[in-house]
């Protein structure tokens, strides 16, 4: 990636681990995962190897202390942990088998199959037959030091049969520990994580090993490395490691052609929902380790190996009720209630229909029976009803006239596709507001999920942001510790994040408002353009909103929004209570804006497609948004531009029928450079 991108990102790297490490000292409390500073730390390192003149004295990774001690010791490893190049279909495996009978001159070779467990890679050393150090893939070159967590895994035999040798395989957390913590999470109001891999990695990479030991994690072990040319094929080494008790998977074949190994591929993918660990496709491994040898490697992957990736995970499920929500805005969104189902390692019982146009366009009826997706982090969507399915008495879904909370007459505007409430006084409403307002990207105040705030609204303990702040003090009488859920060390824990959620900048505290259409990006333009909460005070205090017109991207309906938002008393008084004015100091304390980034994408929604030399999808979208632009994940007439990198589908047809401009990762970055 260029210079430019690469500074813009070491800005913020810094600026965010300073934070961070500050929060970690000063609150003790870090905000983020030991695993989530690690990568930002790591990829600041990486940063500045390629431009050393980074490294300035204020870089994080010249300060001793607060970075140093959150970090892992190196291993460097004996063999670099290279990862596999990757196939989806089956004309990129017939490459694949033509490559090898050419280069081995074998006309049918022996494969091993193997599931490709979603986990992250680990090395075990065993030295005398004992078990002395572990280590994380890390680059493929140095990985981190993990012996300590490694060590509290059951299933990894400390002492082994064997004398020296290298043991590698994939840390996963089974589908059902990770129902389960997920579960005990969300009951301590922590954050939940997206999928069973992230949890595995969140658990290892942990400084303190005793909080990997509190999680349940499994080790499948699939090559031994050792000096001594002890095994002939893959599957004797599969078989001695099974003889060491360690944990090998038992869906494994040894296929003598290329048709055999798809039956196996086609057979297991149809089994994957119900396996008990997340898998995303399925190793091909030559049997013959000699010849494996004689293959070697490319610059960057084996040629004895491919991983054939499975397509998104679909499954198939029943709508049992169909209901609707009011949202923060008054926007009333159908749900489907499903009976549940797992789905990409999670299990669904709900899905949006997004709202009544698409719902009456799909037609989803209750009783149906239908089709999902999950693909990555990405919430389920139901694809189709399956037609031939469909029960004699499913009728078509009619949507309420009014509101599921208030029961106030439903609204739809003029050039709008949402049906609104449009009770400002609608509790639905002022619930979701609060919800906001304590989510990540807003006040980010761990252990005030949907829940609490549901339990402390109903209970009349909170009714607008403001009592959030004043709880501590309140509970001399309210005693929340008493009530059921929450004892001491959890409230104790709550009051500690809100007091540190306190200080917070101008760009999340205009998010956490909640007004509408003021999401992340205009928050962060108006925040870069006013600088300072004493403008936007200003702004609000004189209706001098004409100033927002000169943000790039902003117009009369999102300035609309910002001033009857403001022009509710209520509103108004909650902000001056929150941030202070003239009169009356803020409980908060709202930090200026970073200096402004050019708004090069202002006003324009991005959509991004298959995969990137230069970052990942969830970094380019970031990349996006920071210079202004919006990114969606499905192409509409919305849609400004389409960067497609390779293997772009479906999206990128969908692209031309609507003659949206199509651009490469290279014109991107150009575009961000110029
Ligand atoms: S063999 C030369 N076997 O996939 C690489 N890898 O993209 C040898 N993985 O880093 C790897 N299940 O984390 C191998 N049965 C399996 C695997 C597996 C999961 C992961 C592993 C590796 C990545 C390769």
């Not at 709880?471 to 959890?490: A, F, I, K, Q, Y």
Request: glycine share 6%.
């Amino acid at each position: 990636m260029s210079y430019l991108i690469k500074k813009e990102r070491h800005k913020e790297l810094s600026n965010l681990l300073n934070l961070h490490s500050k929060q970690y000292y000063i609150f003790d409390d870090p905000g983020i995962s030991d695993a989530e500073y690690d990568n930002l730390y790591k990829e600041l390192l990486k940063i500045e190897e390629e431009f050393p003149e980074l490294k300035s004295e204020t870089s994080p990774s010249q300060k001793i202390g607060a970075s140093v001690s959150r970090k892992f010791k190196k291993i460097t490893h004996s063999v670099p942990m290279i990862s596999l190049d990757n196939a989806y279909n089956e004309d990129d495996i017939s490459a694949f088998f033509d490559r090898v009978r050419k280069l081995s001159n074998i006309e049918n070779v022996d494969m091993v199959l193997e599931p490709k467990m979603d986990g992250l890679s680990a090395s075990l050393i065993y030295k005398d037959g004992v078990l002395v150090s572990a280590s994380t893939r890390g680059d493929g070159v140095i990985g981190e030091d993990v012996t300590a967590n490694i060590l509290t895994i059951d299933g990894i035999p400390k002492k082994i049969g064997i004398q020296d040798v290298e043991i590698r395989g994939e840390v996963v957390m089974l589908k059902s520990d990770f129902q389960a913590l997920n579960k005990q999470r969300e009951e301590a109001a922590e954050k939940l994580f997206a999928n069973p891999r992230n949890a595995a990695a969140g658990s290892l990479r942990q400084l303190d090993h005793r909080v990997t030991a509190s999680r349940k994690l499994t080790f499948f072990a699939y090559s031994i490395i050792s000096s001594k040319n002890i095994f002939k094929t893959q599957m004797e080494v599969l078989e001695a490691l099974r003889s060491y008790g360690l944990v090998v998977s038992d869906k494994i074949a040894l296929c003598k052609n290329q048709s055999e190994a798809f039956e196996f591929y086609k057979k297991i993918e149809r089994q994957r929902a119900e396996l008990e660990y997340d898998i995303d496709g399925i190793v091909y491994k030559v049997n013959d380790l000699l010849l494996q040898k004689q293959l070697g490697a490319s610059t960057k992957f084996p040629r004895h190996s491919i991983a054939y990736k499975f397509p998104a995970e679909k499954a198939q499920t029943t709508v049992l009720n169909i209901i609707t929500q009011v949202g923060r805005t008054g926007n009333i969104t159908p749900v489907a209630e499903l009976k549940p189902v797992t789905v990409g390692g999670v299990v669904v019982s709900r899905a949006t229909l997004h709202n009544k146009d698409e719902l009456d366009k799909r037609d989803i009826r209750i009783g149906d029976r239908v089709v999902l997706q999950r693909a990555g982090d990405v919430i389920p969507q139901i694809l189709y009803p399956i037609l031939e399915e469909r029960p004699a008495h499913a009728v078509p879904f009619v949507f309420p006239m009014t509101c599921p909370c208030c029961e106030a007459a439903l609204v739809k505007e003029e050039n709008e596709v949402a049906i609104k409430c449009i009770n400002l006084g609608c509790e639905a409403q002022l619930v979701e507001r609060l919800i906001h307002f304590v989510s990540k990207l807003a006040f980010n105040i761990d252990g005030l999920g949907e829940q609490n705030i549901r339990f402390l609204y109903e209970r009349g303990i909170i009714k607008s942001p403001v009592d959030i702040f004043s709880l501590e003090e309140r509970n001399g009488e309210l005693h929340l510790e008493d009530s059921e859920g929450w004892g001491t060390v959890s409230v104790k824990k709550l009051f500690k994040s809100i007091n540190s959620a306190k200080t917070v900048p101008l760009d999340r505290f205009i998010y956490s408002l909640g007004i509408p259409q003021i999401g992340r990006a205009v928050s962060k333009a108006i925040a870069n353009f006013l600088k300072t909460y004493g403008n936007f005070l200003e702004c609000v205090k004189n209706n001098s909103e004409e100033d927002l017109y000169s943000i790039q991207g902003i117009g009369s309906s999102i300035v609309n929004d910002f001033r009857s938002f403001f022009t509710n008393e209520n509103n108004k008084k909650i902000l001056i209570k929150l941030g202070g004015d003239e009169n009356s100091k803020g409980i908060v304390d709202i930090v200026n804006a970073e200096s402004a980034e050019r708004e090069i994408f202002s006003g324009q929604t991005i959509v991004f497609t298959g995969s990137f030399k230069n970052f990942s999808r969830e970094e380019a979208r970031a990349l996006a948004e920071k210079f202004g632009g919006r990114t969606s994940s499905s192409i509409s007439s919305k849609t400004s531009f389409v960067v497609a990198g390779e293997n772009a589908g479906q999206k990128i047809d969908q692209a031309r029928k609507m003659s949206i401009n199509i651009i490469s990762e290279d014109d991107f970055i150009k575009k961000i450079e110029n």
